[in-house]
Structure formats: structure tokens, C-alpha cells
């Protein structure tokens, strides 16, 4: 039997259960889940899938298992275009001038899809082609591919997608808040910086960590804090040169989101996941799109349910009920490193927890800029240096207590991080009457 390692895992086995058995007796256990099967095997080929698993020499145990493999992303033509875009991708950022990059483009493509244009760059980064560099040259990159992309010779719809069709929405209320441009880039910052926060919580950490697609969270996701940066700065220092750079940046994130990032979030994400992050979208701001929330199904909990600590016990509902009723955000990541739990109390959160992260790498969950910072203190609590790394920041003109415990056994065995955060507000205001 032939088998294509590029084709997604669902294709493969249908009708086809002794694939199925010997893709799990390989590693593969989540295909015995139908529900798996039917929602992320439809999106993720057996290649990635090996890959993200640390399923080692796959094509050599499905040989000698009888299996003929074949990689279609190996087409010679399908390579010939990836090292077509690099190459022009390249030419750009040693210096080469865009309209002449371009007029080579359009000679060689009729049209684009986002995720060669996403494959050609991370494998550039791969390479080793400085990150800051990439950055730097974002949108110099994005401006080749003008009019070339698949979306816009053929508009996706995202009808059957709430979630892409609200992100879809709101970039083009910014779109035309932009070419408007009333001057108040006070007003621009603040919302550039809510849609920008959406975009950093919900969909770069999801295509870095689940689908292995680290071009958004590397390169996008850094320009956005830049943008909106760069407007704070341009205000206090009075420089206009860099407010209506900030101003252009902006304009071509929107077409960066637009043509490259949600058609990629349409052929990536599965349906479970978008159902998921659309849920998710609860915890923000809506003042451009409005946001119509779907009722949860509640959940029965039986009486017996108990759970037995050192000094007494609690039923699981008493438990989340009282974890959700202290004003302190709680969030808890495993030895794994993996996010693991988050209260959910009433009150106004400062830092957004969505559902879609949990399960996810902690590090996933952070920009660029702070996950070595993040990546730093975990490696010391690990290792018995700290126990604990505590702060006080005035955040939006409250006191903010911020708290991360190293969570050890009474062997001393380390379990996780514990992090909290707290609004001082009423304590000072009672410490000072």
C-alpha cells in the first residue's frame, strides 16, 4: 500500500483499519480516539504529527511494516516554489529594491497561498537568518507578496467560523480606522493594542504550540508589541516621524492578518480548536465587533465526588467554587512546564487566561520578548535556586501584587509553578485612612 506522510492522518486510515492499528501500535494512541480523529487528524498530517509525537524513523518502521511511502511536499515543484519565495524573501533583505524583487515575483507566480508564504519564512529562520532581522523587515516581506495571495484573487469566506470571521470583522473596522486617521493616536493605540493582545493570547501561542507554525509567534507577534510601542513612545517624545511610521506598520499588519494569517488559521485549526478560542473571546473587550456568547452545557457533579487532603476534604464543586471565589488570579503549570489550571473569579482579570492554552507549554503563552525571562525562572525553581519571585508593579494606576511559587512535595520534590496576582487597591486604601 502507498502511503503519503503529508496527507492528513484521517485521509489515510478511513476505511482503513489496519493502518489505523499499526499507526497506534507505532505510538500513534490518539487515533483510538474518534474524536481526535475526527478534529485534529483532519488537519494534521502523519509527518507533523511524528514530528510533534517524537515518533523517531517513522518512515523506516512503516517500511517494515510493508508500506510504500511517498512525501508529496517533496514535489519537485512543490520545493521549486518554496526556494522561489526564499530566494526573493532573501534578495529583499540584503538591501535589493522592492519594486524590482517584485516584478521577478509576479514573472514566476500567478498566486500565493499563506502557507507557503509562512513555510518559506520559517524555514529562513531555521537556517538561521537573524530573528531581529526578520522582524525588522516584516513588512518589507509582506509588501512582495501585494496582490499575489490566493485570498485576494478569491476572498475566503469565514461564514462557518465565528471565531476567524470576528477577528476577520475587527481588522477591517481597523482597516478603515486607519485610512481615516483622525489624528488621535492615543485612541489608535489603544485599540491596535486590544486586538493586538487577542491576536498574542489566542492564535500565535495555538499555530506555534499545537501545529508546529512558529512564523507567527516569532516574527507577527513581535511587530504588534513594536507598533503599538512605538505609537506610546512617538506620543511622549513628540516625534511624528515615528508616529506615521507606526501608522504604515499598522496598515500592513492589517493585510499581513487578512491574506496570510486567518486563511493559514482556516487550513490549520480544526473545528474543536476555533469552538474552543471563539469561547475564549468572553474574557475581552468588544468594543468594534460585537460578541455573541454561546451558552456552555453545564456540567452535573455527583455528591460522593470528594477530594482528600492532609486536613480535611472538599467535593470538586466546593473546590473550583472557592478557588473562584478569592479575588486572586491563579494560575498553576506543571513540572512539564505545561499549563495545567487557572481559577476563574468574577472580578476584572488583569492578565487574560484562555481555556484554548491549557494543556499548552507555558512558554507558548508569552511574546518573544519575555519568554527567555520566563524560560529563566522556571530553570532556577527547577533547580532549587529560588523558591519563590515576588513583585509589586502599578499597572493602569493600581498596585499589583505579582507572586511565582515554586510548587515542591513534602519530599521536596518539585510539582510545578504557582502563580498569583492580586489588586492591593483596598488594602493600601485602608493602610492610608
Request: net charge negative.
Given at each position: 500500500m502507498?502511503?503519503?506522510?503529508?496527507?492528513p492522518?484521517?485521509?489515510?486510515?478511513?476505511d482503513?483499519?489496519?493502518?489505523?492499528?499499526?499507526?497506534?501500535?507505532?505510538?500513534?494512541?490518539a487515533?483510538?480516539?474518534?474524536?481526535?480523529?475526527?478534529?485534529?487528524?483532519?488537519?494534521?498530517?502523519?509527518?507533523?504529527?511524528?514530528?510533534?509525537?517524537?515518533?523517531?524513523?517513522?518512515?523506516?518502521?512503516?517500511?517494515?511494516?510493508?508500506y510504500?511511502l511517498?512525501?508529496?511536499?517533496?514535489?519537485?515543484?512543490?520545493?521549486?516554489?518554496?526556494?522561489?519565495?526564499?530566494?526573493?524573501?532573501?534578495?529583499l533583505?540584503?538591501?535589493?529594491?522592492?519594486?524590482?524583487?517584485?516584478?521577478?515575483?509576479?514573472?514566476?507566480?500567478?498566486?500565493?497561498?499563506?502557507?507557503?508564504?509562512?513555510?518559506?519564512?520559517?524555514?529562513?529562520l531555521?537556517?538561521?537568518?537573524?530573528?531581529?532581522?526578520v522582524?525588522?523587515?516584516?513588512?518589507?516581506?509582506?509588501?512582495?507578496?501585494?496582490?499575489?495571495?490566493?485570498?485576494?484573487?478569491?476572498?475566503?469566506s469565514?461564514d462557518?467560523?465565528?471565531?476567524?470571521?470576528?477577528?476577520?470583522?475587527?481588522?477591517?473596522?481597523?482597516?478603515?480606522?486607519?485610512?481615516?486617521?483622525?489624528?488621535?493616536?492615543?485612541?489608535?493605540?489603544?485599540?491596535?493594542?486590544?486586538?493586538?493582545?487577542?491576536?498574542?493570547?489566542?492564535?500565535?501561542?495555538?499555530?506555534?504550540?499545537?501545529?508546529?507554525?512558529?512564523?507567527?509567534?516569532?516574527?507577527?507577534?513581535?511587530?504588534?508589541?513594536?507598533?503599538?510601542?512605538?505609537?506610546?513612545?512617538?506620543?511622549?517624545?513628540?516625534?511624528?516621524?515615528?508616529?506615521?511610521?507606526?501608522?504604515?506598520?499598522?496598515?500592513?499588519?492589517?493585510?499581513?492578518?487578512?491574506?496570510?494569517?486567518?486563511?493559514?488559521?482556516?487550513d490549520?485549526?480544526?473545528s474543536?480548536d476555533?469552538?474552543?478560542?471563539?469561547?475564549?473571546?468572553?474574557?475581552?473587550?468588544?468594543?468594534?465587533?460585537?460578541y455573541e456568547?454561546?451558552?456552555?452545557?453545564?456540567?452535573?457533579?455527583?455528591?460522593?465526588?470528594?477530594?482528600?487532603?492532609?486536613?480535611?476534604?472538599?467535593r470538586?464543586?466546593?473546590?473550583?467554587?472557592?478557588?473562584?471565589?478569592?479575588?486572586?488570579?491563579?494560575?498553576?503549570?506543571?513540572?512539564?512546564?505545561?499549563?495545567?489550571?487557572?481559577?476563574?473569579?468574577?472580578?476584572?482579570?488583569?492578565?487574560?487566561r484562555?481555556?484554548?492554552?491549557?494543556?499548552?507549554?507555558?512558554?507558548?503563552?508569552?511574546?518573544?520578548?519575555?519568554?527567555?525571562?520566563?524560560?529563566?525562572?522556571i530553570?532556577?525553581?527547577?533547580?532549587?535556586?529560588?523558591?519563590?519571585?515576588?513583585?509589586?508593579?502599578?499597572?493602569?494606576?493600581?498596585?499589583?501584587?505579582i507572586?511565582?511559587?515554586?510548587?515542591r512535595?513534602?519530599?521536596?520534590a518539585?510539582?510545578g509553578?504557582?502563580?498569583?496576582?492580586?489588586?492591593?487597591?483596598?488594602?493600601?486604601?485602608?493602610?492610608?485612612?
Amino acid at each position: 500500500m502507498i502511503i503519503d506522510i503529508n496527507m492528513p492522518v484521517a485521509d489515510l486510515i478511513k476505511d482503513n483499519d489496519k493502518l489505523k492499528n499499526d499507526l497506534i501500535g507505532l505510538g500513534f494512541n490518539a487515533l483510538a480516539n474518534p474524536l481526535m480523529v475526527s478534529t485534529v487528524g483532519k488537519k494534521m498530517s502523519l509527518k507533523r504529527g511524528a514530528s510533534m509525537m517524537k515518533i523517531e524513523n517513522l518512515e523506516d518502521k512503516l517500511k517494515d511494516l510493508g508500506y510504500e511511502l511517498i512525501d508529496s511536499s517533496q514535489d519537485p515543484e512543490v520545493i521549486e516554489r518554496k526556494k522561489l519565495i526564499k530566494s526573493f524573501i532573501e534578495r529583499l533583505t540584503a538591501g535589493e529594491d522592492l519594486e524590482s524583487v517584485r516584478a521577478d515575483f509576479r514573472e514566476n507566480f500567478e498566486g500565493v497561498s499563506s502557507a507557503e508564504i509562512m513555510d518559506a519564512e520559517e524555514e529562513l529562520l531555521a537556517s538561521g537568518m537573524n530573528k531581529d532581522e526578520v522582524r525588522k523587515l516584516c513588512d518589507v516581506h509582506s509588501s512582495l507578496f501585494h496582490g499575489m495571495t490566493e485570498n485576494e484573487n478569491e476572498k475566503t469566506s469565514y461564514d462557518d467560523s465565528p471565531f476567524i470571521s470576528y477577528f476577520a470583522k475587527e481588522n477591517q473596522k481597523i482597516k478603515e480606522i486607519l485610512e481615516k486617521n483622525d489624528g488621535d493616536f492615543e485612541k489608535l493605540r489603544g485599540i491596535l493594542a486590544n486586538h493586538y493582545k487577542k491576536k498574542g493570547d489566542l492564535i500565535y501561542p495555538v499555530l506555534k504550540a499545537k501545529y508546529n507554525k512558529p512564523g507567527p509567534s516569532d516574527v507577527m507577534w513581535a511587530v504588534d508589541i513594536e507598533i503599538v510601542n512605538n505609537i506610546k513612545k512617538g506620543l511622549k517624545l513628540k516625534k511624528d516621524d515615528l508616529l506615521n511610521t507606526s501608522l504604515e506598520r499598522a496598515k500592513e499588519m492589517t493585510y499581513k492578518e487578512e491574506n496570510i494569517l486567518y486563511p493559514l488559521m482556516k487550513d490549520t485549526l480544526t473545528s474543536q480548536d476555533l469552538a474552543i478560542l471563539y469561547e475564549d473571546l468572553a474574557d475581552y473587550d468588544h468594543d468594534l465587533v460585537a460578541y455573541e456568547k454561546e451558552e456552555a452545557e453545564s456540567k452535573s457533579i455527583s455528591e460522593d465526588n470528594y477530594i482528600h487532603f492532609a486536613k480535611g476534604k472538599m467535593r470538586i464543586d466546593q473546590l473550583e467554587a472557592m478557588l473562584d471565589t478569592m479575588e486572586i488570579e491563579i494560575t498553576f503549570v506543571d513540572e512539564n512546564d505545561i499549563n495545567a489550571y487557572y481559577n476563574n473569579h468574577q472580578g476584572a482579570k488583569l492578565f487574560k487566561r484562555p481555556k484554548s492554552s491549557l494543556g499548552r507549554e507555558v512558554y507558548s503563552c508569552h511574546p518573544p520578548q519575555v519568554e527567555s525571562i520566563v524560560r529563566g525562572l522556571i530553570k532556577d525553581f527547577k533547580e532549587g535556586k529560588r523558591d519563590s519571585f515576588k513583585l509589586v508593579k502599578n499597572i493602569g494606576g493600581k498596585d499589583i501584587a505579582i507572586g511565582y511559587f515554586a510548587v515542591r512535595d513534602k519530599k521536596g520534590a518539585y510539582k510545578g509553578v504557582l502563580e498569583t496576582v492580586q489588586d492591593l487597591s483596598f488594602y493600601i486604601d485602608s493602610i492610608n485612612k
